[in-house]
């Protein structure tokens, strides 16, 4: 860093005390312009010092807890700047006002709520007209009784760096008038022990700045990520032949997300799990039960890639996402109280619609948002590929697949089965109140698959949260789940339950949540039935305590099986 540089920045945190200091109304002395702050000047300004005191500048508000979930691992770039990158992944918008940028103003009298008998007025009007470095809301006002934020701060700063910039290129030593000079001394005296702890703490950046870069990961990419240890055992009440109850188990699962931005509005986000072993939890372990492992359970130790994608915006209100691998609930069917496994609901019926996004396996494909002049209405589409890199696929989907339809016609490839495409009409009034409502169709196992499906959230009153998910397939392939004895099934999913937030303390939750994951008539003699109840405790930001439970009746569409029972110790660690 130049020296002159030093010094530009340094006269220009001058003025922004100054400012600062005529806004918060904190000493009367220092309402007599620019010049209430000290500049040493040797004849060619190389020597300037400045400082503001301790008084504390407001902070924008933060949001500490950043979604740390299998389906969106995505935390913001930083701390106090939103990334409007990511509307793909995570999409719910909470319904605030942010703070709107100001605007330049070039005469004092274009500030509405500054009077000429205010007492700053003549300080005002030196900053405004003389060196142009202040400016006022969008609505022309000044607000002067309110504190300064870290944004409007930076706004100021630059504007007076440019400003101070031109004076030297144009002026040199001339550009500050030598009463101005005067004046500032006046001052000197009166912010001597502000103006030293301003020095040393300037002094002291630069060497930290200088082990930031050289210690740094990367200058385009951050690193994050989260560690889940469960420990689960369960067992069977009722008839259920040829099972007994097993030991308990233990095992964990690691995901660890590289986020790179080369724009500042983009991502590039590859994401790597594993875990300890390839055993399933008891709900998949006792019993045929339909969709009711853990969403976390069952990954071996081998690292994979578990996502790769980039999102991108092509204008300010529509986003894009091309994904390598990925999944289609990365960007549809997102629910606030049943979406998480790593702090909500970890049974898998509870966090996904798997009728309508056809069990979603991982896939490659593109995905679109669309959120017309940021209100609360949005449109997603996303298709997605199953076997989009093997032109010649013979495998079927994951979920009770039947090995006899895998030498259909037109597998693989970015087109050919299985495929499946999703639309999505998003509906967010308000904090309290979401409705979304989908429609998917495509080729699973070389025939024709269509389904519709909704999903709500609604807050009555504080505290408590109401939430659920429907499906209900059109066209229905038994690719998915084998044993319908009907051409034409149309099996229903649904979901239903109750969040509590913040029950017993800040950052606490509890859940219920009650669904069937597979109601048809032509599957066994009964219908399925789950249940899961939670309760977590956050031990600090970073880590939290989750007991959980599941109850399952006729496992499988089937009465001949006992009812399920089982309980999961999930410690979450995130990083």
């Known amino acids: 860093m130049s020296k002159i540089f030093c010094n530009v920045l340094k006269l220009s945190l001058a003025i922004l005390s100054t400012s600062y200091f005529l806004s918060c109304g904190t000493r009367g002395q220092t309402a007599i312009a620019l010049e209430e702050l000290v500049v040493e000047q040797t004849g060619d300004l190389t020597n300037l010092t400045t400082s503001f005191p301790d008084t504390p500048i407001a902070e924008p508000g933060k949001n500490n807890r950043d979604r740390l979930s299998p389906v969106a691992l995505e935390p913001e770039l930083t701390p106090t700047q939103p990334d409007t990158s990511l509307p793909l992944i995570n999409p719910y918008r909470k319904a605030s006002t942010h703070t709107r ?19 700053a007025f003549q300080a005002l009007q030196n900053l405004v007209e003389r060196y142009g470095c202040i400016e006022g809301y969008p609505d022309r006002t000044f607000r002067g009784n309110r504190a300064m934020t870290r944004y409007e701060f930076a706004a100021g700063l630059n504007a ?14 001339n550009s500050v008038r030598p009463e101005d000079l005067a004046a500032l001394n006046r001052v000197a005296t009166e912010f001597q022990a502000e103006l030293a702890t301003l020095r040393g703490r300037v ?13 740094q990961f990367s200058t385009t990419t ?75 359970s069952g990954f071996n130790p081998q690292v994979r890639i578990r996502r790769l994608r980039y999102n991108f915006p092509i204008t300010d209100d529509l986003q894009a996402s091309i994904f390598a691998r990925g999944n289609t609930a990365d960007y549809v069917d997102f629910n606030r109280y049943a979406n998480d496994s790593s702090l909500d609901f970890s049974t898998f019926l509870f966090l996904y619609n798997p009728l309508l996004l056809g069990g979603d396996p991982t896939g490659s494909g593109v995905a679109l948002t669309w959120n017309p002049g940021q209100g609360p209405l949005t449109f997603k589409a996303v298709y997605r590929a199953d076997a989009a890199a093997d032109p010649d696929s013979r495998t079927t989907n994951v979920f009770f697949s039947d090995p006899s ?16 495409t999703v639309f999505e009409a998003e509906y967010i009034p308000s904090e309290r109140f979401a409705l979304r409502l989908s429609y998917s169709l495509g ?32 066209d229905y392939s038994d690719v998915l789940f084998t044993g319908t004895t009907d051409d034409d099934a149309k099996p229903i999913y649904w979901m239903g339950g109750f969040s509590f937030p913040d029950i017993l303390g800040k950052g606490t939750s509890a859940g219920f949540a009650v669904g069937q994951p597979f109601v048809e008539s032509s599957v066994g003699d009964v219908t399925q039935l789950n249940m899961e109840a939670f309760y977590r405790f956050p031990v600090n930001d970073n880590i939290s305590i989750t007991p959980l439970v599941q109850v399952i009746t006729n496992p499988g569409n089937r009465s001949s099986e006992g009812t399920l029972y089982t309980g999961t110790l999930r410690m979450f660690f995130g990083f």
């Open 222 to 296: 951050k690193l994050s990520g989260w560690l889940i240890w469960a420990a689960n055992t369960g067992t069977i009440q009722g008839e259920s032949p040829e099972r007994d109850d097993p030991n308990a188990t233990l095992f964990t699962y690691l995901l660890l997300n590289f986020r790179s931005s080369f724009t500042g509005k983009d991502q590039l986000l590859t994401q790597l799990v594993m875990g300890t072993g390839s055993a399933v939890n008891e709900a998949s372990n006792l019993t045929p039960a339909i969709l009711s492992f853990l969403d976390y």
């Open 101 to 119: 940028g100001m605007g330049q103003v070039n005469s004092v009298s274009q500030l509405s709520d500054v009077q000429p008998t205010d007492w």
């Open 160 to 173: 007076c760096l440019e400003k101070i910039t031109e004076l030297i290129a144009a002026g040199g030593k």
């Open 443 to 474: 080729s699973q196992g070389g025939d024709g698959y269509s389904t519709i499906g909704s999903n709500f959230e609604f807050v009555p009153i504080k505290g408590i949260a109401l939430f659920g998910r429907f499906g209900y397939a059109l």
């Open 405 to 420: 339809r895998a030498g259909k016609d037109k597998r693989g490839g970015i087109f050919g089965d299985p495929n499946l």
């Open 203 to 215: 002094d002291s950046l630069e060497p930290k700045i200088a082990t930031l870069e050289a210690q």
